[in-house]
């Protein structure tokens, strides 16, 4: 085993630097074109020996190089009309856990994928305290408040830091933080999860109107940069542990500062696990482009093939003259304790083969771009991390163990394939909570999102997967690992030609699906064969879901809207009965609003709140925020607030009916500041006891369950 696939120690391991990262409802199978072959094994193949700092540096480069050969390759080939022709371009899934209880109250939980496995979520309540994350203006903000009992609503501290928080020890640009989350580890202590995307600041002339010259006068992206200044900003993810044992503001205990933007993260008990990711920076001087004006110098034409050679050889030297140390120039991690003084470098400035040894590339065609796993112990406050050379799509974590899901790289003859394929990596889980490579594979198409891959408890991989490569339509699949590789042991025939996969759900043996064209097709597949998936049955009706929510046996909730794919639609629940797989019905459908109203839980399920004031007993009260937009134009009015079900599926006459909307309405600003419009946008329902509490970014708002529309007090959150 090579020392990446091992757990490797307990500090931080310096990271790799990478590059860029139609009939509906119908059963009929396209015609199916020959399938696109991998090149390679597919797994994960370490660095290891005493060269392995110069095998890693070689394989950065001569990806980086492959890339901009491929693009220049492109413009070679280019011709302009007039010169011959029209120019070419070149686990098991289950519910969210059902409201724990404290000592003094239930609570609503965050929605999460999988029971027991925490996510980040801007609002986050232990039953009697509520805690949020918001990024303003002025950066980051972390509010602590005491919320129940609803008539003592009060702020009891609040912590702030910049966005734009340098990076220790460099001279780099960083890239402003933005929230992405909190996790309530225990009644002492939370996690707040920021990160940023890569940026790239480029000074631009003001000159025009103003009369200042480009060389005098320059608008910078980045405040502090002057003339002439141009650079990138690395991106970067931060994980800051407090202590909010003592009511007040929250006090940083512990600041993790790792690299890359923030792919997913996940919480199982004390172990948190990153995963992050970020494109290359190539050397300054490299062009994808040669230096000549096509309008001059005829694209195909010879002297336009040696500017472009003359490119390819001028990259080739700058890749080439680069270190490995300048390729992991913004790969190091930092840390720091107590919340004061600044972070400092867990890795060296120059690389060891220690290191190099913990970093990874796929044995297959992969764009050049990393991705890092870092597996955090919360108990003894380190780290150990591993970095993949490629890149990332989505995530999926069980308690068994972490599949990373990331595109293959078509070249050359491959381009005219009309399949795309998606790779994946699984890291078995140990008793100890150490990750360790186990196998990796592919299937044709793409995932919409995590909710459409799960794991069996058996080990199965199950897959929901679009294709556009030609047409559109959708498959499930089912994938076994053996001796290292994933082989594909069943697949469906295709679901629903011409129509796109809107949402998906795995619940034991069965998956549900639904697709959208004109109608809503939902379909509910048998899975307890795995290497025969088994349509049962499917209903057509107008509208789709994006997100379907399990309730019991034989019952799921959709959210989604209504009509025949024109706008205008409406936001709607529906209520599905599948007690009968092979005829499931829609038991009842609800409006949520008119034509112009939208909510985060249609794309976000974090939005979805579902809590059970008696735990384990109907009803079950179900939270969606919603909004829409004052306009003139289309003639609607402003509107914020929380929209309540009820929702017992035993219940003959009245499966799920409205309980009213709790408002925050009257506290929107006005059509003219969108900003502060957003502010006071309710976001999340929170539940406690038998009072729902509706957030914003700048306001919470209490009422009872049984009368939303009466507010029982709000405070604003400075």
């Known amino acids: 085993m090579t020392p990446f696939l091992a757990t490797v120690g307990r500090r931080l391991a310096l990271p790799v630097l990478l590059a860029a990262m139609a009939a509906c409802g119908g059963g009929d199978t396209p ?15 370490g660095f290891a020996g005493g060269d392995a700092c110069a095998a890693l540096e070689a394989h950065i480069e001569d990806t980086a190089l492959a890339m901009l050969r491929e693009q220049l390759d492109g413009l070679s080939r280019m011709r302009f009309a007039e010169a011959g022709g029209g120019a070419v371009s070149a686990p098991v899934s289950a519910p969210a856990a059902d409201a724990a209880a404290g000592p003094a109250a239930s609570f609503s939980q965050t929605n999460v994928r999988i029971a ?31 919320v129940a009992p609803s008539a003592a609503l009060t702020v009891l501290g609040q912590t702030r830091w910049p966005a734009d928080t340098p990076l220790a020890g460099t001279g780099h640009l960083v890239a402003p933080e933005s929230a992405r989350g909190l996790m309530l580890v225990a009644p002492d202590a939370l996690l707040a999860l920021s990160t940023s995307d890569q940026i790239y600041a480029y000074p631009q002339p003001l000159g025009g109107a103003t009369g200042a010259s480009a060389d005098s006068a320059v608008l910078c992206v980045d405040a502090g940069c002057g003339p002439g200044f141009s650079g990138w900003a690395p991106p970067r993810t931060r994980l800051r542990l407090f202590d909010v044992a003592a009511d007040g503001a929250p006090a940083e205990q512990w600041l993790l500062d790792v690299p890359g933007s923030l792919l997913a993260a996940r919480r199982i008990g004390a172990m948190v696990y990153l995963v992050t990711q970020s494109a290359l920076q190539l050397p300054v001087g490299v062009r994808s482009y040669p230096d000549v004006d096509p309008s001059r110098v005829a694209p195909g034409s010879p002297a336009w093939n040696d500017a472009v050679a003359a490119t390819m050889a001028e990259n080739e030297r700058l890749v080439r003259a680069r270190s490995l140390s300048d390729w992991l120039a913004d790969m190091t991690a930092f840390e720091r304790t107590g919340g004061a003084g600044s972070a400092q470098a867990i890795d060296g400035a120059a690389p060891t083969a220690d290191q190099c040894a913990r970093f990874a590339r796929v044995d297959t065609a992969t764009r050049l771009a990393w991705l890092r796993i870092s597996t955090i112990d919360l108990d003894t406050r380190s780290a150990s991390s591993r970095t993949l050379l490629a890149e990332a799509q989505g995530v999926l974590m069980t308690e068994r163990s972490l599949t990373v899901f990331t595109p293959y790289w078509r070249q050359g003859d491959e381009l005219s394939s009309p399949r795309n394929l998606t790779i994946l990596h699984r890291f078995k889980r140990d008793g100890a909570g150490a990750l360790d490579y186990d196998a990796s594979g592919a299937f044709d198409g793409r995932l919409i999102n995590d909710y459409a891959i799960d794991e069996h408890a058996d080990g199965t991989l199950r897959v929901a997967a679009t294709d556009w490569d030609k047409g559109s339509y959708s498959y499930l699949a089912t994938l076994r690992a053996k001796d290292g590789r994933f082989e594909t042991v069943g697949r469906s025939d295709s679901i629903a030609p011409g129509e796109t996969l809107q949402s998906a759900r795995f619940i034991g043996d069965r998956a549900y699906l639904v697709t959208f064209r004109q109608i809503d097709p939902f379909f509910v597949y048998d899975l307890s064969d795995a290497s025969a998936p088994r349509r049962l049955g499917e209903l057509k009706l107008p509208g789709f879901s994006t997100y379907l929510h399990p309730l019991d046996d034989g019952h799921l909730l959709g959210i989604g809207f209504d009509g025949d794919g024109r706008w205008p639609r409406r936001l709607k629940a529906t209520l599905f009965d599948v007690s009968d797989p092979a005829d499931p019905r829609e038991r009842l459908s609800l409006p949520l609003g008119d034509s112009y109203t939208d909510s985060d839980a249609t794309w976000d399920p974090h939005a979805f709140t579902f809590y059970r004031p008696v735990a384990g007993a109907d009803p079950a009260i179900v939270a969606i925020p919603v909004r829409s937009y004052l306009s003139s134009w289309y003639g609607t009015s402003a509107l914020s607030g929380i929209r309540l079900l009820s929702i017992d599926p035993s219940d003959p006459v009245t499966p799920m009916a409205p309980l009213g909307t709790l408002s925050m309405t009257d506290l929107l600003p006005g059509a003219s500041s969108y900003a502060g419009w957003r502010s006071m946008d309710a976001r999340r329902a929170v539940f406690i006891d038998d009072t729902v509490y509706a957030v914003s970014d700048g306001a919470v708002r209490a009422a009872t369950i049984a009368d939303p529309a009466t507010s029982l007090g709000t405070i604003a959150i400075p």
Request: hydrophobic fraction near 35%.
């Open 31 to 45: 015609a199916e074109a020959p399938r696109l072959q991998p090149k390679g094994t597919l797994s994960v193949v």
């Open 116 to 146: 027991g496995i925490d996510e980040p979520d801007p609002v986050k309540t232990d039953g009697r305290r509520l805690f949020t994350l918001r990024r303003d203006v002025d950066g980051l903000t972390l509010s602590e408040l005491l």
